[in-house]
């Protein structure tokens, strides 16, 4: 059992996350007994540069060879120097970067030694979170579900809220706070929303070369193309009933239903369709939330968090106005996670990842 050196059961965590959209690093200490969030510390971010950001996409798809070797080497050089600049903390929280994920077929793949990373940096890290989910039959996705628990009580909420992550994939959580832990029956309902910005910036990277669609610029000017949305969602994903997962790329050819429009209209179709998925997924909650909270990069894209608010029936804001960082709540979920898997606490339960029982994933390396 992790014993904290910051004192009482207080553990300081740094958490890592590079994430589906292939932008950079984030790193970010929170303090925690792996219940309660304490408090919220430094944080810090890594981009990738071109160079590293290609090798990265190359590797998409590949479990294993010269790609997913080359993928690795990038992966841990970025997050030692990121991690590096940080003072001593109790333990590492290692997400790696998904190369793949099949969690019905040949499982997940999270690239990054570590073991290696722990040698590296001296200290305790957590690492692997996925597998041991998918090996109990979960989708091993999404895990911030658990984080958004505890975040849900440090915001003091009263009643449902949702947390909505527009990253490269977006991913929501249906909280209740009331209930006294996450893995409660009832306390959590989660699962991947569908691509969020990943199809917008493969537009925008492929068209105009650029990485994204900065402040929803070029959505802004064009016109949702109907037919193509109703294309997408027609998808059989969006009728599934939750647990469910999204692998980056599963979503690729929606950049051939826009392939014939404008720059402009397919950029803001490609906009509607990340908010329709959303909208999709409200169907499954058991009520409405009171709030939707968002995080990810795409609450920065005005005309995304437009649509948004035009579908869901509730309050769309960014997590900032409840005081949260949203360029950092998932390195700090990985961090609490660490904590968690260090405690011998679960990560995911039935709600959050449709595992059959209550997990603890995550393989803890201790420097040697
Ligand atoms: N000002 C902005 N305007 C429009 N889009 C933006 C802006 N800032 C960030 N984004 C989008 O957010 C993306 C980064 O989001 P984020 O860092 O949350 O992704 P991620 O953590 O890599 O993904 P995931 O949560 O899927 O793992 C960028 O690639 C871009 O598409
Ligand atoms: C397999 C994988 O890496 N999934 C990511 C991805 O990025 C967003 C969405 O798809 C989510 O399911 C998950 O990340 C967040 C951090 C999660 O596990 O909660």
Request: aromatic share 0%; glycine share 12%.
């Given at each position: 059992m992790l014993k904290a050196k910051s004192g009482k059961d207080q553990i300081c965590a740094l958490g890592a996350m590079s994430g589906t959209s292939l932008d950079g690093v984030d790193a970010a200490v929170v303090t925690t007994d792996g219940h309660e969030i304490f408090g919220f510390g430094d944080t810090a971010y890594r981009s990738y540069d071109d160079a590293e950001r290609a090798v990265l996409t190359d590797a998409l798809g590949h479990w294993a060879g010269p790609e997913a070797e080359a993928a690795a080497a990038v992966v841990e050089a970025a997050h030692r120097d990121v991690l590096a600049q940080f003072p001593a903390v109790d333990l590492v929280g290692f997400h790696g970067q998904t190369l793949a994920h099949d969690p019905k077929g040949r499982g997940t793949f999270q690239v990054g030694d570590g073991q290696a990373l722990a040698e590296a940096l001296n200290t305790p890290v957590v690492w692997d979170f996925r597998t041991a989910d998918v090996q109990l039959g979960g989708e091993g996705a999404p895990l911030a579900p658990f984080f958004h628990f505890a975040c849900a009580k440090w915001i003091k909420a009263e009643g449902p809220v949702c947390f909505l992550n527009l990253g490269g994939v977006g991913n929501i959580t249906w909280v209740d706070p009331r209930f006294d832990a996450p893995e409660d029956d009832g306390a959590l309902l989660a699962f991947d929303t569908g691509p969020a910005n990943a199809p917008i910036n493969d537009l925008m990277r492929e068209?105009?070369?650029?990485s994204h669609d900065e402040n929803g610029e070029t959505a802004l000017r064009g016109e949702v193309e109907q037919g193509a949305l109703e294309l997408f969602l027609a998808e059989p994903f969006f009728a599934k009933i939750p647990p469910k997962s999204l692998d980056r790329n599963d979503f690729s050819e929606m950049v051939g239903l826009v392939r014939e429009l404008s720059d402009a209209d397919a950029a803001a179709t490609l906009t509607a369709m990340s908010a329709a998925g959303v909208a999709a997924g409200m169907m499954h909650f058991p009520s409405l939330p009171d709030r939707v909270l968002v995080t990810g990069g795409g609450r920065k894209n005005p005309v995304l968090m437009e649509m948004l608010r035009v579908s869901l029936d509730c309050h769309v804001v960014p997590v900032e106005d409840v005081g949260l960082d949203g360029d950092m709540l998932e390195a700090q979920a990985f961090a609490y996670l660490a904590v968690r898997v260090a405690k011998g606490l679960?990560?995911?339960?039935p709600g959050t990842t449709g595992v059959r029982a209550l997990v603890g994933g995550g393989v803890v390396s201790r420097p040697g």
């Open positions: 068209r105009l070369g650029k679960p990560t995911s339960c």
